[in-house]
């Protein structure tokens, strides 16, 4: 009985990963759970704090999410304030030694890329603005070949048995990645300088990557909810400039698009932002191939 007692206290005090032979990613955003898998393959159990559908700026630190982060020995998310509102409050409450900032186990994409729209003053007047620069990163396809390397060393630390494995991912990755990359830029070679409306500035990285040419945002200031004298004068400016589409993501709010629409004629359009939750390479793939078919249509219609 003696010796059974010592086994379970001595099985209890084991990491997550020391039990399930798995390395467990908390991801903030799913774009980074599915990279997650991408890279861990069947050594890793990912979960996505918000879904699809889901404005990752506006989550709430629920005692499920504590409970999630408390068994993580990767967190993985988006940075530069995109998770400001709840992420704090969790790695607090519920988050381990092994991913609190500094650490390993803390990945923050936005200290790896070339991050855009860092502003040159900060002040609340000019709206909701990230100092840190613009989050959405993951909409330029070429820095999920950066973040897979870095997950690959990452995870290699944290479960150096399977190091090699991971980093074998990441090759393959970036070899399909590269490809799928050239198709897509060559596709959208008639795309350059497409005029285009955007809610909010959620496109800045598929604009710059692709691009295109940004005319205004329904926001008139970062998140904050157009007036109707601002809808008016974009009436005016959608014309002028010959916009020929506007883009909203499945969350934003979708009265001001819809009302500049109807002013217009120009088309209005929801564009994916991320993948479900539970997706991997497949997914991300399809992200992109959709956000520019309907792309491409927009170009075609007008």
Not at 6 to 20: D, E, G, K, R
Not at 128 to 150: A, C, F, Q, T, W
Not at 175 to 189: D, G, M, V
Not at 273 to 302: D, H, P
Request: glycine letters at 6%; one cysteine or more; a positive charge.
């Amino acid at each position: 009985m003696r010796k059974y007692l010592v086994w379970v206290v001595f099985c209890a005090t084991l990491l997550p990963s020391q039990v399930s032979s798995k390395v467990n990613l908390f991801a903030c955003e799913p774009e980074w759970s599915a990279l997650g898998r991408v890279i861990g393959d069947k050594n890793i159990k990912a979960w996505s704090a918000t879904s699809e559908v889901q404005d990752a700026h506006y989550i709430r630190a629920r005692p499920s999410l504590i409970a999630k982060i408390r068994s993580a020995e990767i967190v993985f998310c988006s940075g530069a304030g995109l998770e400001v509102g709840w992420l704090p409050i969790l790695m607090q409450r519920g988050a381990r030694t092994e991913v609190q900032p500094t650490k390993v186990g803390n990945f923050m994409a936005f200290e790896y890329v070339n991050v855009l729209e860092i502003p040159a003053v900060i002040d609340r007047s000019l709206g909701d603005i990230h100092p840190e620069g613009n989050p959405h990163l993951h909409l330029d396809p070429r820095n999920l070949i950066i973040l897979s390397k870095e997950l690959a060393r990452r995870l290699a630390i944290i479960d150096p048995k399977n190091g090699l494995v991971f980093n074998s991912n990441a090759d393959t990755f970036s070899k399909t990645w590269h490809t799928n990359i050239k198709n897509w830029e060559f596709r959208a070679t008639k795309l350059k300088n497409m005029p285009i409306i955007v809610h909010h500035k959620s496109w800045s990285y598929l604009i710059n990557w692709l691009g295109l040419r940004q005319v205004a945002s329904l926001e008139e200031k970062p998140g904050i909810p157009p007036s109707a004298g601002y809808l008016r004068k974009l009436v005016a400016k959608s014309k002028r400039e010959a916009v020929k589409v506007i883009v909203r993501t499945p969350f934003d709010d979708d009265r001001p698009s819809k009302w500049l629409s109807n002013k217009t004629g120009i088309p209005a359009i929801v564009l994916p932002f991320t993948v479900k939750r539970g997706s991997g390479i497949k997914q991300l793939t399809t992200l992109f191939e959709t956000i520019l078919e309907n792309l491409e249509k927009a170009y075609a219609t007008r």
